[in-house]
């Protein structure tokens, strides 16, 4: 399977962005399919992620409110709406799928190329 990310740039505080993960096929119907980000000089965190079937859905705590996750089944795609955006999720995105268990210790199965979101103040 493979991932591919779009939809970073840059924007004031404040202001929101659609990030989009398009899947090359199905993803197995157990996985997740997640967003990270990673800042300079930290560590990869799990941002969010949702199962396949749209019934489950995981965020930190960091973005809880302002981020929402979803996917289209159809289109083998997943998206992060971040709204509100503040200068400390200045990083780079990364769309991932997964289990759960894998993705909440920094892992995945597959990957995408990262996509860099800037947050100015």
């Known amino acids: 399977v493979q991932l591919q990310a779009s939809g970073g740039g840059l924007v004031q505080a404040g202001g929101s962005l659609r990030l989009s993960c398009a899947a090359s096929?199905?993803?197995?119907?157990?996985?997740?399919m997640g967003w990270f980000r990673q800042a300079p000089g930290k560590e990869r965190e799990l941002v969010a992620a949702?199962?396949?079937?749209?019934?489950?859905?995981y965020y930190a705590d960091s973005v809880k409110g302002r981020f929402t996750i979803s996917r289209d089944s159809a289109k083998n795609t997943g998206y992060l709406q971040m709204n509100s955006l503040k200068p400390d999720d200045t990083a780079v995105y990364y769309c991932?799928?997964?289990?759960?268990?894998?993705?909440?210790?920094?892992?995945?199965?597959?990957w995408g190329q990262g996509t860099q979101v800037t947050v100015s103040s």
């Open positions: 991932a799928a997964g289990p759960l268990v894998t993705m909440r210790t920094g892992g995945a199965r597959h």
């Open positions: 096929e199905r993803i197995f119907s157990s996985y997740w």
């Open positions: 949702i199962t396949w079937s749209g019934s489950s859905t």
